[in-house]
């Protein structure tokens, strides 16, 4: 299992290197990114993705940031640092663990306000490594809880990509589909398409067949019939933020196959590390929804496909509604039921 997983964020030497996820699967070609502006780009245009990814990117980034700024003292420096952390906020504003991990960022240098700016940025780069050594094992955590949901011989359905390379590692519906492999199990993986920019199909399907994992490419209109015919029977996605009622963003589409598995009596599983979870957002109507440019409906992957001019609708996420959801998967356990008590309850004991 080790060796079947690619870094697709990695940061050494103020340069951080990031895999480009929109050359694949065709191309495998690393970034290395040197200014927070090249961060920012990426984020903004997908060549790193995934909620976690996007999140540990940041916290990179913002070392990029501030490697330069002004050392004399703490009031200048912190400026400059807000400034770098507002500006990589402006990247995308549905997963939120971007803003959780520039929130740990920002409650370092805080903490550290009375050292030296040298030890802050040295504390600050030490931070960025825990996010991102943190999530392996928040991933690897997740893996294991949704594991104990599925069984041998299962026909699993996952939408969008919320693997390895969407995370540090692992990643998140997708882990336990790699402890399955581990075991010797065989699960029948599908893999919606994920209109409009294909991770399902670009992406997951990449990471599963080079573990060796059984996975069928479905357009995303597809599902419904799949479901019908008896071959799935747990759908596990990742997802960009959970609301404190459970309500969750995920990739658009989510929804759909969410009404489907209720339809077909299918168990719909959410994979969520606590970094997603955010209890500020009350509801899934509160969830800022990204849109998108409308070429990548209109001309995806250079060849047009709608007339010139035509009106377009293109939100990156949309919202499934917790009574529509089975359980949530954390690293701290799996929820379900009561969403708002439950999730509550996973944050009481300590803080993430
Ligand atoms: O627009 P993307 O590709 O960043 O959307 C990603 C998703 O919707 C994933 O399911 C989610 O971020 C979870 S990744 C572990």
Redesign the pocket.
């Known amino acids: 299992m080790e060796e079947t997983f690619i870094r697709s964020v990695k940061y050494e030497n103020e340069v951080l290197t990031i895999l480009d996820q929109t050359k694949l699967p065709t191309v495998t070609e690393f970034l290395e990114l040197t200014k927070i502006e090249e961060v920012w780009e990426a984020i903004k245009h997908?060549k790193v993705?995934?909620?976690?990814a996007?999140g540990i990117a940041a916290a990179y980034g913002l070392l990029l940031g501030i490697k330069d700024a002004p050392e004399e003292d703490f009031a200048t420096f912190y400026q400059h640092f807000k400034e770098k952390q507002d500006y990589l906020a402006t990247s995308r504003p549905t997963?939120v663990n971007l803003f959780w991990a520039l929130n740990k960022m920002e409650e370092r240098v805080k903490k550290e306000q009375h050292q030296s700016i040298l030890y802050i940025k040295n504390a600050l780069e030490e931070e960025a490594h825990l996010i991102r050594n943190q999530d392996e094992e928040v991933c690897r955590s997740i893996g294991e809880q949704a594991l104990t949901l599925l069984e041998d011989g299962m026909g699993v359905l996952t939408h969008?990509?919320?693997g390895g390379i969407?995370?540090a590692k692992y990643?998140?519906?997708l882990a336990p589909l790699y402890l399955a492999k581990e075991k010797g199990w065989n699960i029948k993986v599908f893999a919606d398409e994920t209109r409009p920019?294909l991770?399902g199909a670009r992406l997951t399907t990449w990471e599963l067949m080079q573990a060796g994992i059984d996975v069928t490419l479905i357009a995303d209109n597809m599902a419904a019939m799949v479901m019908q015919k008896g071959w799935v029977q747990a759908v596990m996605?990742?997802?960009?933020r959970v609301a404190a009622n459970g309500d969750v963003a995920?990739?658009i589409g989510t929804y759909g196959v969410a009404l489907l598995a209720k339809a077909h009596h299918i168990p719909f599983f959410v994979a969520a590390p606590m970094s997603t979870i955010d209890l500020q957002t009350k509801t899934g109507e509160e969830i800022p929804i990204e849109e998108r440019g409308s070429e990548e409906i209109t001309n995806s992957f250079g060849k047009q496909t709608a007339p010139n001019g035509v009106k377009v609708f293109n939100p990156?996420?949309d919202v499934t509604p917790n009574n529509l959801i089975t359980a949530i998967i954390t690293e701290r356990g799996i929820v379900k039921g009561n969403y708002q008590e439950e999730l509550s309850k996973l944050f009481s004991n300590s803080h993430v």
């Open positions: 997908l993705r995934g909620a976690p996007i997963a969008c990509n919320a969407a995370t990643g998140t519906a920019l991770q996605v990742g997802c960009d995920n990739k990156a996420f």
